[in-house]
């Protein structure tokens, strides 16, 4: 098992950019596939970004593609997301995933190390 925290969240306005963070422990995210989720008021939670074990492969939600960039650092043991251009639709609850994983290769479900989340708000 692997315990995540995320953190960079906070109310920013339109246009603004934020960067999450995410925080491993109890185990290297080397051998992890990693992902970032969000799930806002009334809607199902949706995979917004996601990454390989080295970091060379990366996925995109159409709706950020170009916006957001993944990024993880196995050193630190520590995923990144950087959020630029925000709009208010990205609003909602941001999740950190591990999944262990021993291809290089992205995933897209069966995550099952999830963080607490943190929430971003973003106004008009």
């Known amino acids: 098992q692997v315990q995540l925290g995320e953190s960079g969240g906070g109310l920013v306005q339109a246009g603004d950019s934020l960067r999450l963070s995410c925080v491993a422990s109890?185990?290297?995210?080397?051998?992890?596939?990693m992902g970032w989720f969000r799930r806002a008021p009334g809607k199902e939670r949706e995979v917004v970004a996601a990454t390989s074990r080295s970091g060379g492969s990366t996925y995109y939600a159409d709706s950020v593609k170009g916006r957001f960039t993944i990024s993880r650092d196995n050193a630190k043991n520590t995923v990144y997301l950087q959020m630029n251009s925000l709009k208010p639709e990205d609003t909602a609850v941001y999740y950190c995933?591990?999944?262990?994983?021993?291809?290089?290769?992205?995933?897209?479900?069966?995550?099952?190390?999830w963080g607490p989340g943190t929430q971003v708000t973003v106004s008009s």
């Open positions: 995933a591990a999944r262990f994983w021993m291809v290089e290769s992205i995933v897209l479900n069966g995550y099952d190390n």
């Open positions: 109890g185990r290297t995210i080397s051998v992890s596939a």
